[in-house]
Nanobody, 118 residues
Framework: QVELVESEGGLVQAGGSLRLGCTASGRILKTNVMGWYRQAPGKQRELVATISISDGGEINYADSVKGRFTIPRGSPKNTVDLQMNGLKPEDTAVYYC??????????WGQGTQVTVSS
């Protein structure tokens, strides 16, 4: 079993910044992809950003966060951060860390609340 633990989110004003961190532990085989999803009230969970660890470090961003959010490169093994700049009220959501192992299994963190006030 793999456990993903996210750092605490928080409350920030619009235009502000916040950095989330996630660390995987447990029976880690080989991680192919790590990243972040989010779910706002009344909406489906959506991709924010992912990094392909096994494929040259390709990073994918949702259009809604491009240019504002970044997955920093060079993070320690089995960790993934999310640097969020220029936050908007519509970024308010529960953010979930995600990891996909090379056996095809997906793992999720418990979620951390990010609230952006206008």
């Amino acid at each position: 079993q793999v456990e993903l633990v996210e750092s605490e989110g928080g409350l920030v004003q619009a235009g502000g910044s916040l950095r989330l961190g996630c660390t995987a532990s447990g029976r880690i085989l080989k991680t192919n992809v790590m990243g972040w999803y989010r779910q706002a009230p009344g909406k489906q969970r959506e991709l924010v950003a992912t990094i392909s660890i096994s494929d040259g470090g390709e990073i994918n961003y949702a259009d809604s966060v491009k240019g504002r959010f970044t997955i920093p490169r060079g993070s320690p093994k089995n960790t993934v951060d999310l640097q969020m700049n220029g936050l908007k009220p519509e970024d308010t959501a529960v953010y979930y860390c995600f990891a996909r192992q090379n056996d095809g299994r997906d793992y999720w963190g418990q979620g951390t609340q990010v609230t952006v006030s206008s």
